[in-house]
DNA sequence: TGCATTAATTAACATTTGTTAAGTTTTCAA
DNA sequence: TTGAAAACTTAACAAATGTTAATTAATGCA
């Protein structure tokens, strides 16, 4: 757990009570490579924090799976379309190498917001930092071709590629597998 | 100002003394059609509320001007990376129509959080809101062909292909204004 | 270790988008 | 109202990606 407080204390400080009450919403789960932590079609109540490992976000469409999102130590990861919503995922959550996770109840953790504004304000901060990610996701994908897109892979996330099969980073890419090895193979 | 408290409403409710507090941050602007509202370079201290008219926001790569997000009444619109950040924004808001918005100054609206824990609430959900079409957007651009996001635009949002030039509209489905003519009239 | 399965690459062709340039239509201000 | 500028379309060719299929490489389990 030191690994998360560490990591909250980085984004907003919490007085020992709220810390206290923090980590009484939280867990500790390990997954076995390649597991799902969270099925597809389930209404997502967990917030992740990664200690150890790597995850990915996917889902279909038309049968063709889609990788949303990789994840690696020291992040947050939601299935924000349906923690929001509170709609049914139609994503899943997988370990993509033996993990280790804290899973925080987001059902308990809206009921900490009224009893702690501190704890609300950690998480409105955490929203507000991967919401720019997000933005700059977009940029990426509007912008750039998927040859660059590979590129900046390459030169900013060096170690995702070390870490990710290919056929993952393909449709995280927006391309195809083929596509993406004769990107590959053009020097 | 009150299309805007009504708009709040339907996020969180706020007691009269917040509410009070609030609408003495914001102030209504009328812009006429085409002028920029905030431009390039600066840091974005100011979170906007479309009362009438639209919105875009774009930025410039390599000397090409990118449209990456058009907004209409009864929106939100910031510049997230500059605003959570406190970097000054490549990014520029223009309207797009003779628009009239109310300004919701973003330095008083932080400290507001601490004297009204319910102000800093309905923010938090309004981002989380934003946060969820943000991704749905990275969907569509991930997944779906230049022509298939055309076609969805034409479904699912007719009044913007209305309201907008199709110049703006390539730049923000990621292809050239060619492309687009030719997609429009392959049927 | 060895074999079966999965992942990744390569090839060939179809399709789409990008690029440059020309032509047409629309807009807006004098 | 008219003419210049901007927006949009069309055309022709180059470049990139998609698709299908075959081949090679890597992985993982018995």
Not at 29 to 42: A, E, F, M, S
Not at 63 to 89: C, K, Q
């Amino acid at each position: 757990m030191e690994k998360f407080i560490r990591f909250t204390k980085t984004v907003q400080s919490l007085s020992p009570d709220a810390e206290k009450a923090l980590l009484g919403i939280c867990s500790r789960r390990t997954y076995i490579k390649n597991t799902v932590v969270q099925p597809i079609g389930h209404t997502c109540k967990t917030i992740y924090f990664v200690n150890k490992g790597a995850l990915r976000i996917y889902y279909f469409k038309k049968d063709v799976e889609i990788t949303e999102s990789f994840e690696f130590e020291n992040s947050i990861v939601a299935r924000a379309e349906s923690l929001f919503t509170g709609m049914p995922s139609r994503k899943a959550i997988q370990a993509l190498e033996d993990s280790e996770l804290i899973a925080i109840d987001a059902t308990r953790l809206v009921m900490l917001y009224d009893e702690y504004h501190e704890i609300e304000r950690l998480f409105r901060k955490m929203v507000e930092e991967t919401y720019v990610k997000t933005v700059r996701r977009i940029e990426s994908l509007q912008f750039f071709s998927p040859e660059e897109r590979y590129h900046n892979l390459e030169k900013f996330q060096p170690d995702l590629l070390q870490r990710v099969p290919l056929k993952y980073i393909a449709s995280y890419l927006g391309i195809t597998t083929v596509s993406l090895s004769r990107i590959r193979s053009r020097k």
